[in-house]
T-cell receptor, first 109, second 114 residues
Framework: AQRVTQPEKLLSVFKGAPVELKCNYS??????LFWYVQYSRQRLQLLLR??SRESIKGFTADLNKGETSFHLKKPFAQEEDSAMYYC???????????FGKGTTLSVSS | EPEVTQTPSHQVTQMGQEVILRCVPI?????FYWYRQILGQKVEFLVS????????KSEIFDDQFSVERPDGSNFTLKIRSTKLEDSAMYFC????????????FGSGTRLTVV
């Protein structure tokens, strides 16, 4: 079964601290994985996707097939990073995204 | 930057009534989707639409649900006879290609069934 697990509902850090939002997936084959972000009162936005190996707003995510993980990392958190973060996986047919339950990141000064 | 537009932002309806949620996807996008999020739960896939037909639907998308692209710009989700458990935030999304391209989401319609 295809599944995305985000084990933390809430992650609270201080400004300047490193951040790691965990995502594990269950998938047979080569997965396509994404991180989406939802800032307060805003729509869901694509943050990054593993195929483009990009860094957006200082965030990176590395696909680890051995651990079936796609954790989102940032070395120094900023207050404006406070948001809900969703990890998502494209299904086998490539016709839908399967989302995790999301992790709320709270960055305080 | 182009946006996906959803109307209304909030709809209250009585149980058993039909509702139509409207979406205007980005004009050069070819793939369209509906997702929902029940309060406190995860974002769930409902249906994907490409080339004027449904390409995938989830177990949630039963006979009470239908989608339409009536005029080449709007993309609608109809719920024929609403139930209390249909209360949720409904998100429309569109993309240039399959999910690997990344979606652009609308801001959602909050549906409240009373």
């Amino acid at each position: 079964a295809q599944r995305v697990t985000q084990p933390e509902k809430l992650l609270s850090v201080f400004k300047g601290a490193p951040v790691e939002l965990k995502c594990n997936y269950s998938y047979s084959g080569s997965p396509e994985l994404f991180w989406y972000v939802q800032y307060s009162r805003q729509r869901l936005q694509l943050l990054l996707r593993h195929i483009s190996r990009e860094s957006i707003k200082g965030f990176t995510a590395d696909l680890n097939k051995g651990e079936t993980s796609f954790h989102l990392k940032k070395p120094f958190a900023q207050e404006e990073d406070s948001a809900m973060y969703y990890c998502a996986l494209s299904n086998q047919a490539g016709t839908a995204l399967i989302f995790g339950k999301g992790t709320t990141l709270s960055v305080s000064s | 930057e182009p946006e996906v537009t959803q109307t209304p932002s909030h709809q209250v309806t009585q149980m058993g009534q039909e509702v139509i949620l409207r979406c205007v996807p980005i004009s050069n996008h070819l793939y369209f989707y509906w997702y929902r999020q029940i309060l406190g739960q995860k974002v769930e896939f409902l249906v994907s639409f490409y080339n004027n037909e449904i390409s995938e639907k989830s177990e949630i998308f039963d006979d009470q649900f239908s989608v339409e692209r009536p005029d080449g710009s709007n993309f609608t989700l109809k719920i024929r006879s609403t139930k209390l458990e249909d209360s949720a935030m409904y998100f429309c999304a569109s993309s240039r290609g399959p999910p690997g391209y990344g979606y652009t989401f609308g801001s959602g319609t909050r549906l409240t069934v009373v």
